[in-house]
């Protein structure tokens, strides 16, 4: 059973409305990254941190999606309006510091956007 | 750029034959690599990883050699069982926290 906690399971939104995801981490893992799972089970990395401070993002995450880790609280990952195409699998995966750490996912959320 | 590519999209099997699914990647990094696996409805989980050239590594029946010379980190199997039916994802970490999937191969076992 991962150790890494997601929730909602499936969350189902209108387009332009906002939807919000958490991530519960494993217990002394300081990374954190979300990745989105198209319909063809590509992934594409989103963002990721170091305790609270962001790594890396991509474009998209900077301008529609918000996410942060804070201290002691669940991370989140919040899409200001939905779109379409924003319909996927949004994982959570955490890891221990260093280049050669394997990632440890969570069960995901599935977000449908109407 | 870093990227890995598994040229299988879907690979369809008898239960107790062999199986290779192919992964190759590109990275001007020294490359540590990993094979996930992801069974339907549950979270992707790690199947085997390596950084070693030319060393074979092991996991529940599946191992993978990671050869540098041609950038190649295949999974194989002797024996597939159906409860091997999944989606398998080989990923690339060329260094800080990135981390590369590639499109995934989907393994369907047949009695």
């Known amino acids: 059973n991962s150790k890494v906690i997601q929730t909602p399971r499936y969350l189902v939104k209108g387009q332009g409305q906002k939807a919000k995801m958490r991530c519960i981490p494993e217990k002394g893992h300081p990374v954190v990254f979300w990745y989105q799972q198209n319909k063809n089970n590509e992934f594409k990395f989103l963002i990721n941190f170091q305790n609270q401070e962001v790594l890396q993002q991509i474009d998209m995450t900077e301008k529609r999606f918000s996410a942060e880790c804070p201290s002691n609280s669940p991370c989140s990952l919040e899409i200001q309006s939905s779109e379409a195409g924003d319909s996927a699998l949004y994982l959570c995966a955490s890891s221990l510091q260093g280049k050669m750490e394997t990632l440890y996912f969570g069960s995901g959320t599935r977000l449908t956007v109407l | 750029g870093d990227s890995v590519t598994q040229t299988e999209g879907l690979v369809t099997l008898t239960k107790g034959l062999p199986v290779m699914l192919n992964c190759t990647y590109q990275?001007?990094?020294?490359?540590?690599l990993f094979w996930y696996v992801q069974h339907l409805n549950e979270a992707p989980k790690l199947l085997l990883k390596s950084s070693t050239d030319n060393k074979r590594t092991e996991h529940q029946g599946f191992y993978a050699t990671l050869h540098k010379s041609s950038s190649s980190f295949h999974l194989q199997k002797s024996s597939v069982q159906l409860s091997d039916s999944a989606l398998y994802f080989c990923?690339?970490?060329?260094?800080?926290?990135?981390?590369?999937f590639g499109s995934g191969t989907r393994l369907l076992v047949s009695p």
């Open positions: 990275t001007t990094y020294s490359p540590f």
């Open positions: 990923a690339l970490s060329p260094g800080g926290y990135k981390v590369v």
